[in-house]
């Protein structure tokens, strides 16, 4: 599975956002996806991840309520929407595909796209 995150950029301290992950390959249906971020020196960390049929959610608490990710398998797309940003967001955000959404730490997933910058002005 290839993916392609996209839809990043500079936001105001508030204001929204929603990032995309494109993948490629018929079977990325059947994995579990997840959001990850990455801070200037800091590790990269969990932020959501949603079961392969996007029933079942998780989220990390700094983000619970703020965020929401979504896919719609049809397009073989995960989405996150991201809401009251803060500069604490401020990172860059990968997405990735796994083997189960309860997984939380960035080894347990297998395939990953480039990355792309949130940054969130204060």
């Known amino acids: 599975v290839q993916l392609q995150a996209s839809g990043g950029g500079l936001v105001p301290a508030g204001g929204s956002l929603r990032l995309s992950c494109a993948a490629s390959g018929r079977h990325f249906r059947s994995y579990a996806a997840g959001w990850f971020r990455q801070a200037p020196g800091k590790e990269r960390g969990f932020v959501a991840s949603i079961m392969w049929n996007g029933v079942g959610t998780r989220y990390a608490d700094s983000v619970k309520d703020r965020f929401i990710i979504s896919r719609d398998n049809a397009k073989n797309t995960v989405y996150l929407q991201m809401n009251s940003l803060n500069a604490e967001d401020t990172a860059v955000y990968y997405c990735?595909?796994?083997?189960?959404?309860?997984?939380?730490?960035?080894?347990?997933?297998?395939?990953w796209g480039q990355g792309t910058q949130v940054t969130v002005s204060s």
């Open positions: 990735a595909a796994g083997n189960s959404y309860l997984n939380v730490r960035s080894d347990e997933y297998n395939s």
